[in-house]
């Protein structure tokens, strides 16, 4: 769906390959056969090289202008952190709780 809504050819190639990429690696297809682990290259373009926290380099990279946008529902429907693990994704969501100035719900 988002692939048809963009003009850009170069940039519906790009998301194409990255959408295609991600479901390898989702249906565990990158490195056949393994036994449920297996090592993954990550597209250059994914990669966050500069950072203290990776926590919070992974937030503000996925969600700029989280402290402004926090209310707008479509900027965070918009947006995803995949985690590997639910550990990853509580210390995620703890984070992310943290930076927001209004109760959780």
């Known amino acids: 769906m988002c692939l048809q809504s963009i003009g850009d050819h170069k940039e519906v190639s790009s998301l194409k390959k990255f959408s295609e990429w991600l479901?390898?690696?989702?249906?565990?297809?990158?490195?056949?056969?393994?036994?449920?682990?297996?090592?993954?290259?990550?597209?250059?373009?994914?990669?966050?090289?500069?950072?203290t926290d990776p926590i919070e380099a992974i937030v503000r990279v996925t969600?700029?202008?989280?402290?402004?946008?926090?209310?707008?529902?479509?900027?965070?429907?918009s947006k995803a952190i995949l985690a590997s693990n639910i550990d990853s994704v509580d210390k995620i969501n703890e984070?992310?709780?943290?930076?927001?100035?209004d109760d959780e719900k």
Do not use: R
Not at 24 to 45: Q, R, S, T
Not at 63 to 77: E, I, R, S, V, W
């Open 95 to 101: 984070y992310v709780l943290s930076l927001l100035p």
């Open 63 to 77: 969600y700029p202008g989280l402290l402004k946008q926090h209310n707008n529902a479509d900027f965070l429907k």
């Open 23 to 51: 479901l390898c690696v989702v249906n565990g297809k990158l490195l056949e056969p393994n036994d449920g682990y297996a090592e993954i290259e990550i597209l250059e373009g994914l990669l966050i090289k500069e950072f």
